[in-house]
């Protein structure tokens, strides 16, 4: 998989200095799960670029227990994360609780008063159109919120 995300001064000093962009270090973690959850994580990606083309993509959270850490995906703010366990892929939207969901398409950590998760289990089936929604509402918000920089 070619990486097509614009690549952030941070990320390609990190690459200078031989550390790995983000966007690598999601192609890897991909490959490293090689099973549904690594096609359904690089599905995801795939509508969040097509969504907002000028996401941005990073990782955060790196660990002995996680070195290629968790996916995050970016626009004047997190918009999601995309975190993999043994029996699903799990898209935390930072902001969700404020975001419209006329598809429902949340479904985990519906109590939290700011997140809100869409569990994705093997064989569900991604309303793409209703996730690429969710994410441009979400960019949205952000920018709605961004803050101007002071002089």
Not at 5 to 34: C, W
Not at 42 to 47: D, F, G, P
Not at 103 to 123: M, P, Q, V
Request: charged residues 30%; proline residues 5%; glycine residues 6%.
């Amino acid at each position: 998989m070619v990486s097509t995300t614009k690549p952030m001064k941070k990320t390609a000093s990190n690459e200078a200095n031989g550390v790995a962009s983000p966007s690598h270090l999601i192609d890897a973690r991909i490959k490293e799960l090689g099973d549904w959850r690594g096609e359904t994580l690089a599905r995801v990606r795939t509508l969040i670029r097509e969504a907002d083309p000028e996401v941005v993509e990073e990782v955060k959270w790196r660990k002995p227990s996680n070195m290629l850490g968790v996916p995050v995906w970016e626009h004047d703010g997190i918009i999601c994360t995309g975190e993999t366990y043994k029996d699903k892929v799990k898209l935390t939207f930072a902001k969700g609780a404020s975001l419209e969901d006329p598809k429902n398409l949340f479904n985990s950590s519906l109590e939290g008063a700011t997140r809100r998760a869409i569990d994705i289990h093997e064989g569900d089936k991604i309303d793409e159109e209703a996730l690429k929604a969710l994410i441009r509402a979400a960019v949205a918000l952000n920018t709605s919120q961004k803050r101007p920089k002071s002089a």
